[in-house]
């Protein structure tokens, strides 16, 4: 009987010894009381400890993944095995397993270009097994690092701590731009529908990177390099978060939206006309949210930008193939942003809209500004916002801006009440084109952009901006691709993705692994 067969017989007994306590265990329960909490918690610390003699077992089994004293390559390279035996940490949700491998290279000294071990395992680079890459990182992208630490140190048996986590999110990251060029397409969009575009900023706060920070490695290819520009302790950055869905018309009146505007939002949700336009807004159809921090040499947003706007006409393409739909472009008065539509030839079939609510608050502005020291002030002031309001969905823009100029010029009014009018007003006019309300609300249109105010809010600030918390860009970076790919729905997809994606950039040859089941059965 050889070693292995005696070892293996060891680990098969102690399993079955295990599973012989349990059923012990289990039937005492009833005889002398003891708590089912108290049994629940004693069954699970030792099904981990069945899982651990599994896993001790198979790595037992598959040896060190010597295949003979040579390897011939596909492009029929021939390597030697390698003098040392090497040696490896695999942390898995059972516990610290101790690999050892024989690797394949040129010669002792140089890189190793093999190791049929690796391959045949599927053994991840890192010493965190992919199940437990997957179970730690997706709830990274919900709560701190330190949480999800102290969470599984609780859990199981196994210390992963918060620089682990960090790396581990990074190299992960590293996948995410090649699954979204490669993303499972959403649904086509019909002729009556609408693929709405949609972008923002938001900062998150950087610190520096640490000049003598060790470099996080893949197999094949380092992180990319941190900016080399010097970044302010605790300043932001901003973000550039886009946003894509499809969505069903809804027409609506500028009543239907004024009402909206002024009244409490539980007195809109509480009518119970099941035909009003308020109590039947149509939802989002296969939204997608994707962000990024990129900078060129001088600091600027464009690469950030360029990235989103690419994203988002990959995703407007794939939604509609045939160009049948209207395609809404809805932000806010950013001028870069804009730019960036404007540099693109979108075809005549896209429709540009600023958001009502930026709008609106322009013509607060102005309005505040004209009647700074009234009696009453918060009522008058409500009502002329109203009106004006009603004005603006009704298509009078240029009628509304004619009006605050001239009640601006009717009375001496104070420098900076005179800048604040005249800002708003420049603000109106320059958009005035994306001001066709009463146009977008009768074609079914959205007019507001929630969708991306809300995605802002709970994709980066709901993480990035927790007490205390500052960021180095490339950790930024990393944790809110992954972020967005979770919030998305894709994070299975992904890590799938990614496990491939590794595997595959490692060598790989058929005639190799066949050897090596020859080796292991023989």
Known sequence: ???????????????????????????????????????????????????????????????????????????????????????????????????????????????????????????????????????????????????????????????????????????????????????????????????????????????????????????????????????????????????????????????????????????????????????????????????????????????????IFDWQQKEQRERDPDNKATHIYLMDGEKALWDTVAENNLGNKHVEILDILHAASYIWMASNALHPYQRNKDTLVNGFVKLKMEQVLNGEIKEVIADFRHLASSKKRSDKALEKVEKACSYLENHADRMKYHEYLANGYPIASGVIEGACRYVVKDRMERTGMRWVMSGAEAMLNLRCITLNGDWQAFMSFHIDKVQQQRYFSAANDELFLENKLA
């Open 1 to 307: 009987m050889t070693t292995m067969t005696t070892a293996a017989g060891k680990i098969k007994q102690t399993i079955l010894t295990i599973v012989d306590d349990l059923l012990e265990k289990s039937t005492l329960v009833i005889k002398q009381g003891t708590p089912l909490h108290k049994l629940e918690k004693d069954i699970f610390a030792e099904v981990l400890k069945i899982g651990y003699h599994c896993i001790e077992s198979v790595l037992l089994q598959a040896g060190t993944g010597d295949v003979g004293e040579h390897l011939l390559l596909d492009n029929d390279k021939q390597l030697n095995r390698l003098d040392k035996l090497r040696h490896r940490q695999y942390l898995s949700v059972f516990g610290s397993h101790d690999i050892s491998y024989t690797a394949y290279g040129s010669r002792e000294g140089q890189k190793i270009e093999h190791i049929p071990l690796a391959v045949h395992l599927s053994l991840p680079t890192e010493k965190y097994s992919y199940y437990l890459q997957d179970l730690t990182q997706e709830m990274c992208s919900e709560i701190p690092y330190e949480k999800v630490t102290n969470f599984f140190k609780k859990l199981l048996p196994v210390s992963i701590p918060v620089s682990g986590l960090e790396r581990t999110n990074r190299v992960l990251a590293t996948s995410s731009k090649a699954y979204w060029e490669q993303q499972e397409p959403a649904s086509e969009v019909t002729s009556e529908q609408l693929v709405v575009i949609q972008s923002d900023g938001k900062g998150v706060v950087i610190r520096p990177e640490k000049k003598t920070a060790p470099k996080v490695k893949t197999t094949f290819e380092e992180m990319t390099a941190s900016p080399s520009k010097k970044i302010h302790n605790g300043r932001k950055k901003m973000a550039v978060v886009g946003c894509v869905y499809t969505i069903e018309c809804h027409q609506r009146t500028s009543k239907d939206v004024l009402e909206s505007l002024f009244k409490k939002r539980e007195e809109i949700s509480s009518t119970n006309d099941k035909k009003h336009p308020l109590s039947s807004v149509p939802k989002p159809l296969d939204k997608r949210i994707r962000t990024s921090l990129e900078r060129d040499e001088k600091e600027t947003l464009a690469p950030a930008r360029s990235c």
